[in-house]
C-alpha cells in the first residue's frame, strides 16, 4: 500500500511553468514506477508521464518532465503553459516496472495507486 500527496497546483498565467510534486508515503518507494496523469473537464484521465527507479522516463510531450528523488518524491515540470492544461493532475503508482522494456504503462486501470489531485489554472 503507498499513499500519494500531491502538492504545488494553482493559478497561473499562460507561458510560465509550474512543479508539482507528489509524495509517496511508503517505504517501498524505490520499487514503484510513479506516473501524472491529468483530466481535464469533460475529458476522461490522461497519461502525461512516468518514470522508473532507473530514472528512465516516459512522456507524451517535451512540455512534461519527470524526475523523482531517492527518498519519496517524484515531480512534474511543466513548461509553456497552455490554457488548455487547466485541469486536475494526479499523481499515481504501480509497483514494478509497470510495462515492458522501454514501454510503460499509459492507462489509468493499470495504476493501482492514486493522490487525491492537485488543481492547476492556466489564465491567458
Request: some cysteine; aromatic content about 12%.
Given at each position: 500500500?503507498?499513499?500519494?500527496?500531491?502538492?504545488?497546483?494553482?493559478?497561473?498565467q499562460?507561458g510560465?511553468?509550474?512543479r508539482?510534486?507528489?509524495?509517496?508515503?511508503?517505504?517501498?518507494?524505490?520499487?514503484?514506477?510513479?506516473?501524472?496523469?491529468r483530466?481535464?473537464?469533460?475529458?476522461?484521465?490522461?497519461?502525461?508521464?512516468?518514470?522508473?527507479?532507473?530514472?528512465?522516463?516516459?512522456?507524451?510531450?517535451?512540455?512534461?518532465?519527470?524526475?523523482?528523488?531517492a527518498?519519496?518524491?517524484?515531480?512534474?515540470?511543466?513548461?509553456?503553459?497552455?490554457?488548455?492544461?487547466?485541469?486536475?493532475?494526479?499523481?499515481?503508482?504501480?509497483?514494478?516496472?509497470?510495462?515492458?522494456?522501454?514501454?510503460?504503462?499509459?492507462?489509468?486501470?493499470?495504476?493501482?495507486?492514486?493522490?487525491?489531485?492537485?488543481?492547476?489554472?492556466?489564465?491567458?
Amino acid at each position: 500500500q503507498v499513499r500519494l500527496v500531491e502538492s504545488g497546483g494553482g493559478s497561473v498565467q499562460a507561458g510560465n511553468s509550474l512543479r508539482l510534486s507528489c509524495t509517496a508515503e511508503t517505504r517501498a518507494f524505490p520499487t514503484y514506477t510513479m506516473a501524472w496523469f491529468r483530466q481535464i473537464p469533460g475529458k476522461e484521465r490522461e497519461f502525461l508521464t512516468a518514470i522508473r527507479w532507473s530514472g528512465v522516463a516516459d512522456s507524451v510531450a517535451g512540455r512534461f518532465t519527470m524526475s523523482r528523488d531517492a527518498k519519496s518524491q517524484t515531480f512534474l515540470q511543466i513548461s509553456n503553459l497552455l490554457p488548455e492544461d487547466t485541469g486536475t493532475y494526479y499523481c499515481a503508482a504501480q509497483k514494478g516496472v509497470a510495462g515492458k522494456g522501454n514501454s510503460y504503462y499509459r492507462m489509468k486501470d493499470e495504476y493501482d495507486y492514486w493522490g487525491q489531485g492537485t488543481q492547476v489554472t492556466v489564465s491567458s
